[in-house]
Every structure is written in structure tokens, then in C-alpha cells.
């Protein structure tokens, strides 16, 4: 049966792949949080963004990517929430320290810096769930790519296999910047390259709020 729709499957791969390792957001946030707390959590915030596409995959099977294109304010609401997440996490970049005055203040405070799996899980969950681009992606390709006589197990299938392909490719992306060589370097200029990755959120966010 999956053979009839190998086509429409391999097309929809491509863009898909094509989206997924354009930088953006989820990049961004899934350098920073492998450089800055390592090798584990950047892997469990790669594993959230591959969650989070379940939430667009979610309510575009149920119908709401149609009720956005019949009614535009929702479009408007979701673009607003996405780009006020992502502008937070921007900002949250751009106040970075430099690790040594990091490292004194957890010092003075007796504590070190760490984050939770789960919060690292929440993060790359929610940057891309929050994420007005993904949402318009996938409004476009299963309005665009998929047919509407294709069977809902069928998209659900795609929707699995968008969910796999965006984990596994930030998970490499986490094993590859928190290598103890890459990080290091890193490390050594941390704050101005999570100041950079700030500043180009906050870009893509104001782009998005001057889209709309």
C-alpha cells in the first residue's frame, strides 16, 4: 500500500530535509545548549525539537491547518506567540556572560551553572513548537505535497518520519559541537558566539513580526 504513495513520500523527504538543516531556531538553540552544558543535554534538546514537529504534525491531521487558512487571525495569534518565544530565547542569548564571570557567580553563590534534562527537553520542544515558520512549512506541503485522497495512516506515517529525521539530525548536530575539541573552542569564546546566535533570533523574530 505505502508503495502507491512512494512518490508523494520522497518528495515530501526532500523539502522536508532540505527545511531541517537550514539554520535557524532549532540550530541555534541546539549549538548553544551542546556547547554550553554538554554532550547529554544537547542531545535531549535535540530529542524535544524532534518532538515538538508531533504538535504541527498533530493539528494538521485534525484539520486545523485548513481552519488557518479560513481564518486568519489564528495564523496571526500563532506567528505572535512563536516570535515572542523565540525573541525570549534571543534576548535570553544576548545577556550572556563570559565563563569566567559565570564561573564567580555561581562560586559566590556556591553552586554551578547546570540545566535538568527535562528543561533541556522543554527547550528544543517549545522553539520548535512555538515555531510560526514550522507551522507555515507544514501548512504548505500538506496543502501543496500531500493529496487529499492519500489515507490518514499514510500522512501520520509522514508525520513519524519528520518527527525521526528532525531528532537524528540534531542529535548529530549536538554530538558534533559537544566533542571535547569543538567545545573547547567553543568555550573559549562562548559568550560572543551565544551573543551571535542571540542576535539572529532576534533577527528571524523581527522578521517574523514584520511579516505579519
Known amino acids: 500500500m505505502f508503495s502507491n504513495y512512494l512518490g508523494e513520500f520522497l518528495a515530501l523527504a526532500t523539502i522536508h530535509f ?58 496571526t495569534v500563532a506567528k505572535v506567540i512563536g516570535g515572542a518565544y523565540i525573541l525570549y530565547l534571543g534576548v535570553s542569548l544576548l545577556r550572556s556572560k563570559p565563563k569566567a564571570a559565570i564561573e564567580g557567580d555561581n562560586a559566590a553563590a556556591g553552586s554551578t551553572e547546570q540545566q535538568t534534562l527535562f528543561k ?8 520548535n ?44 548536530v549536538a554530538l558534533f559541537f559537544s566533542s571535547a575539541r569543538v567545545r573547547l573552542l567553543f568555550m573559549r569564546m562562548g559568550h560572543w ?8 533570533l532576534i533577527l528571524f523574530a523581527g522578521r517574523l513580526i514584520l511579516s505579519m
Not at 549549538?31 to 554550553?36: A, F, G, L, T
Not at 524532534?50 to 487571525?73: C, D, K, R
Request: glycine share 10%.
Open 120 to 127: 533541556a527537553f522543554s527547550t528544543g520542544f517549545l522553539t
Open 18 to 75: 532540505l527545511a531541517v538543516v537550514a539554520p535557524g531556531p532549532d540550530f541555534a538553540v541546539t549549538i548553544r545548549q551542546s556547547v554550553r552544558f554538554g554532550r547529554l543535554v544537547g542531545i535531549c534538546t535535540a530529542l524535544g525539537i524532534g518532538a515538538g514537529i508531533s504538535v504541527h504534525v498533530l493539528y494538521t491531521l485534525l484539520g486545523v491547518g485548513a481552519l488557518m487558512h479560513t481564518t486568519p487571525w489564528l495564523l
Open 193 to 200: 558566539f551565544e551573543r551571535t546566535m542571540g542576535v539572529i
Open 129 to 172: 513548537a512555538t515555531n510560526p515558520k514550522a507551522t507555515l512549512f507544514f501548512l504548505a506541503i500538506f496543502t501543496t505535497l500531500i493529496s487529499a485522497t492519500t489515507p490518514l495512516q499514510i500522512q501520520a506515517l509522514y508525520g513519524l518520519w519528520m518527527c525521526f529525521v528532525n531528532a537524528l539530525w540534531f542529535v548529530i
